[in-house]
């Protein structure tokens, strides 16, 4: 499509402001440092440290070629016991064999010597480029002055230490009262391109989704099993939704961390208040999965894809996701263009059972496909203004069953191309 086509385009992608209140969490302190790696000289190591072993839950990459960090991580997480996070960024150190996994080691060793913990509570998290090999001593230094530099109000420099691409710091918090004693929940991520989630949850054999590096904070008591339900619950909410660009990364992980200090009852699974923590852990991780999509390399609009009347989920998910990733969509997204075309087509080769004699598209309100013919031409001025929103909602309705999916996508814009054809040089 023609640049002049979209007369809303300004060549910058969204403007988000955001205020960076501060944010504490009982017994957890932070660091975020510049070691060097990032020729910015910004702030590229952090440290999470809670001052008790914590309950852990934590979801991984299925990417088949996994950054040294998640291949020692994994197991780790599965313990359902973490004390501390270290996590560096500008190196991915992924594709690095088993230097990178001797650096990912170090990294952990350094933390925990200086933290005084064992070294099987210290989760590694790395992101950056893919392939370069990692300053293995740079590393540590950093960490280490990552961990002298701890402070229950470093929750922004620890935040700052995680972002790459990052046009703007992504963190949620909330309060909330469990009988009589207030908890807090809050977290951070980081991401804006390979960005199109597909992750497995440490400890349980369920594929889930999930995309960057986000890490929540909570002071909850909660048992394994009951957070890593948490976690299950909102990842297909959250970061399971998401895609800017259909790469899966190397380095895909999100944890959450509860270390009890806020000595409320312990919660199960089964718990009446249960559903509260749990509830608070979906929409932290859904504020921060759609600010990731907001930051989508270049992009300009958020897209919320819903599919209504599947036969199945997979079948609702097949062609939210086929749309989703759609260069042809996401291109007619950026230009503003209520032609549905494309989004059909998507639909049809999906792989999704369903009668497209019966199909019906909404943008927003505004029905633009009625059983299976597009009637845009009757709409136009009002599809038009739909789609020239930052943030509208495409809806189809396939009336071939009763399940439904959700994905949040960006558009594809000149931006994320420019930026991503010199990524490397």
């Known amino acids: 499509m023609a640049r002049n086509a979209n007369p809303s385009y300004t060549g910058a992608p969204m403007k988000i402001d955001v205020d960076p209140v501060p944010i504490r969490v009982p017994g957890f302190r932070f660091a975020g440092v510049a070691c060097g790696l990032k020729e910015s000289g910004n702030r590229d190591v952090a440290v999470i440290a809670s001052a008790v072993p914590a309950i852990a839950a934590a979801a991984f990459t299925t990417n088949r070629v996994q950054a040294a960090p998640v291949v020692l991580g994994r197991p780790r997480a599965a313990a359902g016991r973490l004390q501390a996070i270290v996590v560096n960024s500008g190196n991915a150190n992924a594709y690095t064999g088993r230097d990178g996994l001797a650096t990912a080691h170090a990294m952990c060793r350094t933390a925990a010597r200086a933290l005084a913990i064992p070294e099987t509570l210290v989760l590694p998290s790395s992101t950056g480029r893919i392939g370069v090999p990692p300053p293995r001593e740079q590393l540590c230094r950093g960490v280490e002055a990552a961990c002298a530099a701890l402070s229950p109000d470093g929750f922004h420099d620890a935040l700052a230490g995680i972002m790459t691409t990052d046009a703007f710091p992504k963190f949620a918090a909330e309060t909330l009262l469990i009988g009589d004693r207030e908890v807090t929940v809050a977290g951070m991520a980081k991401g804006a391109g390979m960005i199109a989630p597909r992750v497995l949850l440490a400890g349980r054999p369920v594929p889930t989704h999930a995309t960057t590096l986000a890490y929540v904070l909570s002071d909850a008591a909660v048992s394994v099993a009951a957070l890593r339900r ?19 990364s190397t380095n895909d992980t999100v944890a959450v961390l509860a270390n009890g200090l806020a000595a409320n009852p312990s919660l199960s699974a089964s718990s009446r208040e249960f559903p509260e923590l749990c509830g608070a852990v979906v929409r932290v991780l859904q504020n921060l999965a759609r600010k990731i999509v ?109 399940a439904i999916a959700h994905r949040m996508a960006a558009d594809l814009t000149l931006d994320y191309v420019k930026f991503n054809s010199d990524y490397r040089t």
């Open 230 to 248: 948490a976690l299950q619950a909102a990842l297909p909410q959250s970061f399971n939704a998401i895609v800017v660009d259909g790469d899966t």
């Open 294 to 402: 907001k930051d989508g390399e270049g992009a300009t609009k958020v897209i919320d894809i819903r599919v209504h009347g599947a036969k199945t989920r997979r079948d609702a998910e097949r062609v939210a996701d086929a749309i989703a990733r759609s260069p042809l969509c996401k291109a007619a997204f950026f230009g503003g263009d209520p032609y549905t075309g494309r989004i059909v087509c998507a639909a049809g080769y999906s792989g999704a059972t369903f009668d497209p004699a019966k199909l019906d598209v909404y943008l927003d309100d505004v029905q633009v496909v009625r059983g299976g013919r597009e009637i845009v031409t009757r709409v136009e001025r009002a599809a038009a203004a739909v789609v020239q929103r930052p943030e509208f909602t495409l809806t189809l309705h396939l009336h071939a069953g009763h």
